[in-house]
């Protein structure tokens, strides 16, 4: 299995409401990634986990709350967004961080209207 | 401050060779990804460089000049499903991955 799956492909959510983004990884790999992307955009990067650790956090703000439950899975949960939060978002998984040949596998994306 | 360009958007023909350039200026450098991105989609690995040269893998190759802070990615035999976003991306010296704005590459029939 060399695929990173994401759901949902689309989500539309109020300011209010509470949802989460997953993603799944089948590879054995040990690095997780959350990113954002805007439209003709590159990927901007929010969270990196290192064997279930949170490694970075690239001064994300709260309403984005990453989980990784475990090596294979990572969640973001989303929360009190505003509409500039609109955007592609992007989960990857690499065999490890810190490591040259360190190939990215990016998921399809979910992507997110705030409204 | 690290910087990556690389042109906003080119233009080719079916058939033809097209070479987008990418130069950088990072914290050190640990090898430099060209990704393709289709419009809406994830982006998918190209090619990874480490040491200077050329790399080839099929219709695609992949070239480094560490010393000029240099690379491009060849495209031969242009076919429409070619037109994409190219993105080119650098590890610096802490292993994180700057990237560039990305190349958007229409292909003309």
């Known amino acids: 299995d060399t695929e990173v799956t994401q759901t949902p492909k689309h989500l539309v959510m109020g300011m209010t409401n509470k949802k989460s983004l997953k993603c799944e990884q089948h590879m054995g790999h040990r690095a997780m990634y959350w990113y954002k992307q805007k439209a003709k955009k590159p990927p901007e990067l929010m969270f990196v986990?290192?064997?279930?650790?949170?490694?970075i956090n690239e001064s994300v703000p709260s309403r984005f709350s990453p989980e990784c439950p475990n090596s294979s899975l990572l969640n973001l949960h989303l929360h009190a967004l505003q509409p500039e939060d609109s955007a592609l978002y992007l989960c990857?998984?690499?065999?490890?961080?810190?490591?040259?040949?360190?190939?990215?596998?990016f998921g399809a994306g979910s992507r997110l209207t705030v409204l | 401050g690290q910087n990556i360009d690389q042109p906003t958007e080119m233009t080719a023909t079916e058939g033809a060779i097209v070479q987008i350039n990418c130069t950088y200026q990072?914290?050190?450098?640990?090898?430099l990804f060209w990704y393709q991105q289709h419009a809406g989609e994830a982006p998918t690995f190209l090619s990874y460089?480490?040491l200077d040269g050329l790399e080839e893998k099929g219709r695609f190759s992949s070239f480094l000049s560490r010393s000029k802070g240099y690379s491009y990615l060849l495209l031969k035999e242009l076919q429409m499903k070619d037109s994409a976003s190219y993105l080119c991306a650098v590890m610096d010296s802490n292993y994180q991955l700057i990237w560039g704005a990305g190349t958007k590459l229409i292909i003309k029939p």
């Open positions: 986990y290192s064997y279930e650790k949170l490694s």
């Open positions: 990072t914290s050190g450098f640990n090898g």
């Open positions: 990857a998984s690499s065999p490890v961080v810190g490591s040259g040949a360190n190939v990215l596998t």
């Open positions: 460089n480490v």
